[in-house]
Nanobody
Framework: QVQLVESGGGLVQPGGSLRLSCAASRIGSSIDTMAWHRQAPGKQRELVATITRGGSTNYAGSVKGRFTISRDNAKNTVFLQMNSVKPEDTAVYYC?????????WGQGTQVTVSS
């Protein structure tokens, strides 16, 4: 069974940085699109960033210029480098991977931006 395990969440001060990781295990095929989503309390889940197998990226307007998504295809891992974080970035962050016609999700990692 495919499993996505996230790490790197926590408490960070406004203006600080944080790096999230998500590693997939038991995947028998190459991964197409990888992505990060987030869900703040009382809000719908929103797409933060995507990256294709070839490295093309897209970002939500609210994070463009501050967040960077990257991936390591050999390790089936996706990263989210978060810089200049703001209190409104506080949310549970979920990774998503699409492969062999199916979507897989991580369990979520909490990111809290507060002084």
């Amino acid at each position: 069974q495919v499993q996505l395990v996230e790490s790197g969440g926590g408490l960070v001060q406004p203006g600080g940085s944080l790096r999230l990781s998500c590693a997939a295990s038991r995947i028998g095929s190459s991964i197409d699109t990888m992505a990060w989503h987030r869900q703040a309390p009382g809000k719908q889940r929103e797409l933060v960033a995507t990256i294709t197998r070839g490295g093309s990226t897209n970002y939500a307007g609210s994070v463009k210029g501050r967040f960077t998504i990257s991936r390591d295809n050999a390790k089936n891992t996706v990263f989210l480098q978060m810089n200049s974080v703001k209190p409104e970035d506080t949310a549970v962050y979920y990774c998503q991977m699409f492969t062999a016609g199916r979507n897989y999700w991580g369990q979520g990692t909490q990111v809290t931006v507060s002084s």
